[in-house]
């Protein structure tokens, strides 16, 4: 027998590759230069450095009544067990001695994954769909989640309420959410938790095949698949219906499609699929244009001589994306012009100065830093590793497809300003998030590759990326957790700005009133009126101070919402009715008049003209009384 290999180092990988008719196949990876182990061994000690100071940071941030880093202090709002479990099977993997010994078991998967054991594949796909399956969002803070969900709930018109939806975004978080629910198999949420449960099986594997990409082996291959699956953007698969869910899965399809284009010749088909599908999805798809140029030009370069470009499926893949740009480009530039100037150009940049000083005024420093951190846990480690590699940064071209990718999502996210901000709004980011996680991902499977005797490190790699994100799943769980840190965020320092808090506390009046929690839920939007004042924002306070029984002030709020929009028909109702309960039988017949002088046909107020006509003065005089 020959001499085994020591198990989680790496490993000749003794499949031939297979390439494509007319195509060389390219060789395998040369042992790395002294300077460049040298160079892999200072980015794996920088690597073990940041993995050690946010270890620290989420403890010490554990303990401490800001909302500063608001991605380390998770610990702050989850159970005992989550909070700490996997904060502790994170740090002691950090260190040598005890991370020794699980190397060989993390080792040998990254070897039945690079291997193509399709049974440990397998279980990891399952395993991904069961984990979106088992955490559920119940907390459905983020971005549109409870106006997307309703859409489908009460079947309204997505063009009404979303005007800026491309086609493929309509198909699969409206029209077939709505047929699922229809047909009674499934109801809005579990019918988006299914798509997502599908999506997150999806990007395990593409996490199985960005390592395989890379031709990277044990420890180093398990690293890197974990660090591009683990990441806040798993959130996006737990019921939330929206493109960005897809757009994760589509950037992780172009990081891996685009590796193969480059070092192996092929996969120029699902690239061009999937930037495709991008453009049919959302507008920010864009972005990926660089990296589709770049995966081209590499492939041209090397190939186009012999006449490969000729066969129908190099063809297919050319003209998929070009079609798709050439149909949804002008309705995107459309949708740009008309929609995007709230989340490029809004007030609050004019009132900063400018663009340039808007991005990074106030707390979105830190947010930025922080949502970041939150989507992709190695993102810290990116610069960190860059720098301890400097000249020793490996394959060039790799870097470069990797950073063309990563460049256009990353560097537009400063001037973006969602409506409800960063720390709400972070499914805006989502899929830059999954860019920066490939190049760390890269980053430290080359830098584990290049340097087999801190092959350990490759557990503290994955352990560093998935322990915050079950903690993110986990939270995002409970319902209860969820409402307190979205409390501490409107209270505690730093001071968020008017349009932050009242988004926060329109949030907090909503969920509390479907949880029917409505005394919560009256006092949330009391401080939710006192920054945006809208008429909606009015009417669920009038109705969530009715359901809690403060009749006397929901008739107050009914009068100073008609006073803003006297055509608010349901204002008008509400008024009526809660009038007709305290007495003021003069208020609620003066309601139902204006309602039958806009619909003249309207049943409840011809009802409401009914009960305040016929109802005994003793009752009218009893309830003054009481409401007096």
Known sequence: MGRRRRAGGPARDRRPRRAPPGVAPR??????????????????????????????ARLALAFVPTMWAWSLNLQRFLEPLPAWAWWTLAAIVLIPALARRAAPAFGWIGDALASGRWGVALGLVAGAAALALA??????????????????????????????ALPLDVLLHYTLPLRISQSGALDANGAARALGALEAAGLAALAVGFARALALRGSAAAAAACVVFFGGYLGMFTGYSKAFSEMVVIVAVVGVSGLRVLREGRGLLPLGIAVAAGLALHRSALGLLPALALAWAGWLREHAGGGAW???????????????????????????????AQHFDPAEVQAQGGALRAAFAGTRPADLLNLLVMLSPLALAVPVMALALGRGLPRGRE???????????????????????????WDDFAFSGMALSLLAAWLAGETLRAAPRFAWLGIAAALGAAAPTMQWLIFHADVDRGLARVEAFVSEPP?????????????????????????????ALTRAAETSPSPRVLHEWALAETRRGRLVKAQEIYRRLLEKSPDYVMAWLGLGAVSSRIGDVDQARQAAQEILKRQPNSLEAHQLLEVVNTMPQAVVDSLRRVYR
């Open 27 to 56: 060789p395998a990876p040369a042992a790395p230069a002294p300077a460049e182990a040298g160079a892999a061994r200072r980015a794996a000690r920088a690597l073990w450095a940041t993995l050690a100071v946010l270890a620290v």
């Open 135 to 164: 955490f559920p969002d119940q907390v459905r803070f983020v971005g549109d989640f409870l106006l997307r969900q309703g859409t489908v709930e009460e079947a309204d018109q997505p063009g009404l309420l979303f005007p800026q």
């Open 310 to 340: 000729r066969r129908p499926a190099v063809l297919a893949a050319l003209a998929i994306p070009l079609a798709a740009l050439a149909v949804m480009l002008p309705r995107i530039v459309a949708t740009v012009l008309r929609f995007d």
């Open 399 to 425: 870097a470069l497809y990797l950073g063309a990718l990563a460049l256009p999502l990353l560097g537009v996210m400063p001037f973006i300003h969602p409506v409800g901000g960063l720390f709400r709004d």
């Open 495 to 523: 001071r968020r700005t008017g349009s932050e808090r009242g988004q926060a506390f329109d949030f907090l009046g909503i969920r509390n009133f479907r949880l029917e929690r409505f005394e919560a839920s009256a006092e």
